[in-house]
Structures are given as C-alpha cells and as structure tokens.
C-alpha cells in the first residue's frame, strides 16, 4: 500500500509540475492507477479553478476538515446554490493550498485556523 501511495505522489507531482503529460505520454496512462491519479489531478485542478471564479462572488466559503491523513474540503456559494465537498490526500492538499485563488479565499474566512498548509 505504501508503494502505490508513493508512486502516486509521484505521478501526481509530475502531472503538477508538467514534467507528465496525457496528451503527450499517452502510452503510459493504460495502467489503471496511473488513470485514477491523472483523474485526480483533474479533480484538484478543477477546484482552483472553481475557487478563481467563485472567489468574487460574496459569501463564498471554503473550508477544511482533516480527517486522519485525508482532508475534507467543502467549497460553498450560496448566492448560486452551488456547493462542492473533496476529500483530498496529503499531497493533493499541499498542492492545493499554495494557489492564490486558495489562499484568497482562506484570508476572507473568519475560521482561519482551520487552514494549516
């Protein structure tokens, strides 16, 4: 179990640095984890995208839950009954925090504890 956590922190990390591409190295994503990570990434991707264009709309929340090594991230909009709750791994997590669509919208939040990156 250690391994595919490693390996997939890897492949993760190679996918956010760009050093991996699907498009490019096609052939390699035909393993099954290999396509549960890219998704993943894509999952994570998506959400600091969501934050960058929610993050101008008032009363957007964004907060975290840590359960065990796993956090739970909930992003909310009230204002467009829109509503998102990930459960995110360490690495995911660390990567997350360090966009400043993120980091926007932890500075507006009045439980900044919450948030240790």
Same mark, same amino acid.
């Given at each position: 179990?250690?391994? #595919?956590?490693?390996?997939?922190?890897?492949? #993760?990390?190679?996918?956010?640095?760009?050093? $991996?591409?699907?498009?490019?190295? #096609?052939?390699?994503?035909?393993?099954?984890?290999?396509?549960?990570?890219?998704?993943?990434?894509?999952? $994570?991707?998506?959400?600091?995208?969501?934050?960058?264009? !929610? /993050? /101008?709309?008032?009363?957007?929340? *964004?907060?975290?839950?840590?359960? /065990?090594?796993? $956090?739970?991230?909930?992003?909310? *909009?009230? &204002? !467009? !009954?829109?509503?998102?709750? $990930?459960?995110?791994?360490?690495?995911?997590?660390?990567?997350?925090?360090?966009?400043?669509?993120?980091?926007?919208?932890?500075?507006?939040? &009045?439980?900044?504890?919450? *948030?240790? /990156?």
């Amino acid at each position: 179990m250690t391994d #595919f956590q490693n390996n997939s922190r890897k492949l #993760f990390r190679a996918l956010t640095t760009r050093v $991996v591409s699907r498009n490019k190295d #096609f052939s390699r994503f035909s393993d099954s984890w290999v396509r549960t990570v890219h998704r993943r990434f894509q999952v $994570v991707s998506s959400l600091v995208r969501e934050a960058g264009r !929610l /993050g /101008g709309v008032p009363d957007t929340n *964004c907060w975290i839950l840590r359960q /065990g090594d796993a $956090v739970r991230f909930h992003l909310t *909009c009230p &204002p !467009l !009954l829109y509503s998102r709750i $990930v459960t995110l791994q360490p690495h995911e997590w660390e990567w997350l925090i360090q966009h400043p669509e993120i980091q926007v919208l932890f500075k507006s939040q &009045p439980h900044q504890a919450l *948030c240790e /990156g």
